[in-house]
């Protein structure tokens, strides 16, 4: 049997490895993010419909463009929002034909309680955690993320 030649973009058992467990921690920790938490009252769909919001309003289109959401699904969680009087639609003042979306003073309390809880379960995780590990932690994720958004734009 002949040797393959050795091509110099196959990954290394090694970092097979790594990007297995890159996933794995991904699919967990997304998973985790995703759902409904104790004492949450946003539904886990909505949540980063809500997040996307907190900067500014904005169009529909512009709002499924930011959550990489068709602009049906933003649509059905927009009325289910504005009816729970999380958000409310206003005119475009660059468009009166149109309308933004914004967060309401509830829809803010809600999502900053929702972002809340998250954030305390991943502290938690991080718990006793050596400083400089987590310094460590926070450059390779940053690194990690940088990498992956400029293969996927």
């Known amino acids: 049997m002949q040797a393959m030649p050795h091509d110099a973009a196959a990954p290394t058992d ?4 790594v ?20 004492g949450d009252q ?18 529909i289109t512009a709002l499924a ?13 927009v009325t289910q929002l504005e009816q729970a009087g999380l958000v409310e639609r206003g ?13 309401t003073a509830e829809g803010r309390t809600q999502l900053e309680a929702s972002t809340a809880r998250r ?17 460590l932690l926070e450059r390779l994720l940053g690194r990690l993320v940088a990498g992956v958004e400029s293969r996927t734009r």
Do not use: C, F
């Open 91 to 103: 005119p475009d003042p660059d468009d009166g034909r149109a309308q933004r979306i914004a967060l």
């Open 119 to 135: 954030r305390e379960v991943l502290t938690d995780s991080l718990e006793g955690w050596d400083p400089a590990d987590l310094a």
């Open 19 to 38: 990007v297995d467990s890159v996933l794995h921690t991904a699919m967990t920790i997304g998973r985790v993010m995703r759902q409904r938490l104790p």
């Open 14 to 17: 090694a970092a097979t490895q």
């Open 42 to 59: 946003l539904e886990p769909a909505t949540y980063w419909v809500l997040k996307n919001l907190l900067a500014s309003s904005m169009r």
């Open 65 to 77: 463009a930011s959550t990489q959401l068709d602009t049906s699904t933003v649509s059905r969680h």
